[in-house]
């Protein structure tokens, strides 16, 4: 069965550069959600979309942007990066049409900021 | 706010035998319940969910959870452990703000290390 794809899967930048992170929900699947999870964390939420438009918004700092396209994939934009973004970023996709739906995660995108 | 707990930081167990990862919750109102895994340098992976109904859920791979009001539990069971079930699993809930259509936020537990011993 397809899963959710994110890209790049390991992307290394320097202190205040951006990055560009990609998310392909499971097909079909019209809500999209970003969580962050910091080396030994859980995952935190940040942001989620769905039908393309901002859904609910979490701990997601001013210098990030996200958006859902037509598509539905979606991008986490990260600007003025700072050491303490390195983390794993996970993208999740749901079926937000129906009640009691589960999210599934995909495998991640590894930042890592030097 | 709701929240979960996962008392144990890592849980050991000998193959073959049962095992249970504990979690509790604390919600207003009817609690929305999952259990995902992380194995190393993965993403999570469902495993099985409490809306509600039934107090024992079974998932994938031979999981279950046995859910208990009275108790605020949501602990997740295996009656015979496998090596392959070392893993990280995290609890998590689902936030009550909407109770419908559209997108919720999921708030995870500190999730815990479970090790099959051969």
């Known amino acids: 069965a397809a899963g959710v794809i994110q890209s790049p899967r390991h992307l290394i930048k320097e202190k205040r550069e951006t990055a560009t992170l990609k998310c392909y929900p499971i097909?079909?699947?019209?809500?999209v959600y970003w969580y962050q999870q910091g080396p030994g964390q859980d995952p935190q939420f940040l942001i989620s979309f769905y039908e393309k438009m901002q859904s609910d918004k979490g701990s997601i700092p001013d210098r990030f942007s996200a958006q859902q396209f037509s598509d539905y994939h979606s991008e986490l934009n990260m600007s003025s990066l700072e050491l303490g973004d390195s983390a794993l970023y996970f993208c999740?996709?749901?079926?937000?049409?129906?009640?009691?739906?589960?999210?599934?995660f995909g495998p991640g995108t590894r930042l890592t900021v030097t | 706010a709701q929240s979960v707990a996962q008392p144990e930081d890592q849980v050991n167990v000998a193959e073959g035998n049962p095992l249970t990862v504990k979690c509790t919750y604390s919600v207003s109102g009817n609690p929305y319940l999952f259990w995902y895994v992380q194995y190393p340098n993965r993403g999570l992976q469902f495993l099985l969910k409490?809306?509600?109904?039934?107090?024992l859920v079974k998932g994938s791979y031979g999981f279950e959870d046995e859910f208990n009001k009275s108790q605020t539990s949501f602990h997740l069971k295996k009656p015979s452990a496998l090596v392959s079930d070392s893993a990280l699993y995290f609890c998590a809930v689902r936030d009550m703000k909407f109770d419908g259509a559209g997108s919720y936020q999921l708030t995870f537990g500190k999730g815990t290390k479970l090790s099959v011993i051969p």
């Open positions: 097909p079909r699947h019209d809500t």
């Open positions: 999740a996709s749901s079926d937000g049409g129906r009640v009691a739906y589960e999210q599934y």
């Open positions: 409490y809306i509600t109904g039934d107090n």
